[in-house]
């Protein structure tokens, strides 16, 4: 999947795995340096605690791999699989000091990720039936924007726009400061004409009137019904009519997903994937040689 992530390269996450052991390890691991010599070996299982979807063992891989290329490590359970108490995702063997360096940061991943993943499955579950698809959005953690987002595709969702240069997206904070959604509309065309035809524009919208106003410019890729309820939602689809996409948006929880999903939109965006998402529970636990 790495390949077919455009966020994901092997130079961006190698500076991810750096700066985070600048971070946690610093001038060394005092614990390990204490307790365990230079020359110890051992063995570890990663050990899953709860249910859900695993996400982050590619990752895993990397990060054993950059802490110490002579890391052997046994993968067990593929991204994407769905994972219950007791299973063994992994077994890692090598330098002890090795493994206890990495240890952490791949939990810390793999716990988040696997969260992500497992939330996002039971939204995408929740659209069962019809055309909806599940986006994420960037409400996401600073620096670890990636991996979440990579999450959601392992649990089965779509990812947004990465950040804010890939697409035009007209918030209502842009709508107002730009004087009214069909000025902004046509001042965002302009500049896409002129920039990158190939951005989409997403406008936000807050009522009807607000709709009919975007679909008057014949401009928006997609329109996003921000906050409305679903009699509101249903109108606004028919008075789209499929000429545009339609997203969902504001406050939807996992019960409401289906009553959207049957209104008829295209997407349905929910922040919660990356800033709501229970962790899942994951140990690394030595193995006695």
């Not at 077919?4 to 700066?19: G, M, P, V, W």
Request: glycine share 8%; aromatic share 6%.
């Amino acid at each position: 999947m790495i390949d077919s992530l455009k966020y994901l390269s092997a130079e961006k996450i190698r500076h991810f795995i750096q700066t985070a052991f600048a971070e946690d390890v610093g001038i060394g691991d005092q614990s390990s340096l204490a307790v365990i010599p230079a020359s110890a070996v051992g063995k570890a299982q990663l050990i899953v605690k709860s249910e859900g979807i695993l996400a982050g063992m590619e990752l895993a891989k990397i990060i054993f791999a950059q802490t110490d290329p002579h890391l052997q490590v046994e993968v067990l359970i593929q991204d994407g699989s769905e994972v219950r108490y007791g299973d063994i995702g992994l077994r890692v063997t090598g330098k002890a000091r090795a493994i206890l360096q990495a240890e952490r940061l791949v939990l810390n991943c793999m716990q988040r990720m696997s969260g992500i993943a497992t939330y996002t499955n039971q939204a995408v579950k929740a659209t069962a039936g019809t055309k909806t698809k599940i986006w994420d959005t960037r409400k996401t953690t600073p620096n670890f924007r990636m991996f979440e987002k990579w999450a959601v595709k392992i649990g089965g969702g779509e990812n947004h726009r990465f950040g804010l240069f890939d697409m035009i997206m007209l918030k209502d904070n842009h709508v107002d400061y730009a004087g009214g959604i069909e000025k902004a509309l046509r001042m965002a065309d302009e500049y896409r004409k002129k920039t990158n035809p190939a951005l989409w524009i997403d406008v936000e919208t807050r009522n009807l009137e607000e709709v009919a106003q975007a679909l008057r410019t014949e401009i928006p890729n997609v329109i996003m019904l921000d906050n409305m309820d679903t009699d509101m939602m249903q109108k606004a689809v028919e008075m789209v009519g499929g000429k545009c996409k339609v997203e969902a948006s504001g406050g939807i929880t996992l019960a409401d997903i289906p009553k959207v999903a049957v209104c008829g939109v295209d997407y349905i965006s929910l922040g919660a994937l990356t800033h709501s998402a229970k962790i899942m529970d994951i140990s690394l636990k030595a193995v006695l040689l």
